[in-house]
Every structure is written in structure tokens, then in C-alpha cells.
């Protein structure tokens, strides 16, 4: 999903490789993947599933989310709106769920603190940095990671029906 910035002109890697990737994307995409995955798993227990379709949905959703915070012109104001306003129709695809809740309110401390450190770093730019390097909409696409990428990746590898 991160050629969805890079194509959409949000996000630059210095030095990219491939895809207007860097070398080490792919592999702190799916150390995030695994992590949320693990932390989805412990807090899971005790909630009811949410159906398939549910689950599909709430990925294509989070999928059309990322796209637009690539391609959407719009302000990163109206983007951030747009995502807490599509978070609270994930969170009720995924049942009202704690861990997906959980999830999503710790993606959205730790996600833009580590892109801030990124950017700090020089491996990283997001074209506008509205403050200290990320743009405003970041936090809340994170946040609808949790009910948008959590219960696909969980219920995936957990092979719940």
C-alpha cells in the first residue's frame, strides 16, 4: 500500500530502489504486519468475530482510505476528517471491537512517531509535513489500521471462521 504515497507523490524515499521504494520498505511493512497481528491476537480474546464479508469489506475500505490519502487532492485538514469519519464505520465492520480499537490507538501513537524518527533520520520524506515531518492525516490512517487491517491479518493466519 505505501506505492499508493510513493505514486501518489506523498511520500519520497531518498535512494529508492524499486518502486520508488526503499531497500528496507518491504521489510518494516511486514514486521508492522506481524506486530499487529501478534498484539490483535492478545486482545482478542472473548469477542465474536466479525463475518468475512465484514472482515473484506473493512480491508477494501482501509485499502480505498490509503489510496486517497495518495491520490485525493484534497487538504490534509478534509483528509483527516475523512479518516476518523471512515474509522467509525470500520469499527463497527469489526463489531465495536476492543482489540481492533486497541490496535488502532496504538498504530496511531507509535506509527507517526516512527515515521517522524524516519524523517529525522533522512530516510524519509512526506510532501506536506504539516508538523515535524508527517502530514496531519497520518495518526488517523493509522488509527483505522486497527479496524481496517487488524481483523483480516488476525483471522487470516488464525483461520477463524
Known amino acids: 500500500m505505501d ?5 501518489g507523490g506523498v511520500t519520497s524515499y531518498p535512494g529508492a530502489l524499486l518502486l ?3 531497500w528496507w520498505t518491504p521489510l518494516i511493512f511486514a514486521l508492522v504486519y506481524v506486530l499487529i497481528a501478534m498484539v490483535f ?3 482478542v480474546r472473548n469477542e465474536a468475530a466479525p463475518s468475512r464479508g465484514a472482515i473484506f ?6 485499502g480505498a482510505l490509503y489510496a486517497m490519502t495518495g491520490f485525493a487532492p484534497l487538504s490534509t485538514w478534509f483528509k483527516a476528517i475523512l479518516l476518523l469519519l471512515a474509522w467509525v464505520a470500520l469499527w463497527f465492520l469489526s463489531r465495536w471491537s476492543r482489540a481492533a480499537l486497541a490496535v488502532g490507538l496504538i498504530g496511531a501513537l507509535l506509527g507517526p512517531l516512527a515515521e ?3 524523517v529525522q533520520l533522512g530516510l524519509l520524506r512526506h510532501h506536506p509535513a504539516d508538523f515535524l515531518g508527517i502530514p496531519l492525516w497520518l495518526p488517523a490512517l493509522y488509527l483505522c489500521c486497527g479496524a481496517g487491517l487488524g481483523p483480516f491479518l488476525y483471522y487470516s493466519v488464525a483461520n477463524h471462521e
Open 57 to 62: 469489506g473493512a480491508l477494501i475500505i482501509f
Open 116 to 118: 517522524i524518527a524516519l
Open 20 to 22: 520508488r521504494a526503499a
Open 3 to 7: 506505492g499508493f504515497h510513493t505514486f
Open 41 to 43: 491476537a492478545a486482545l
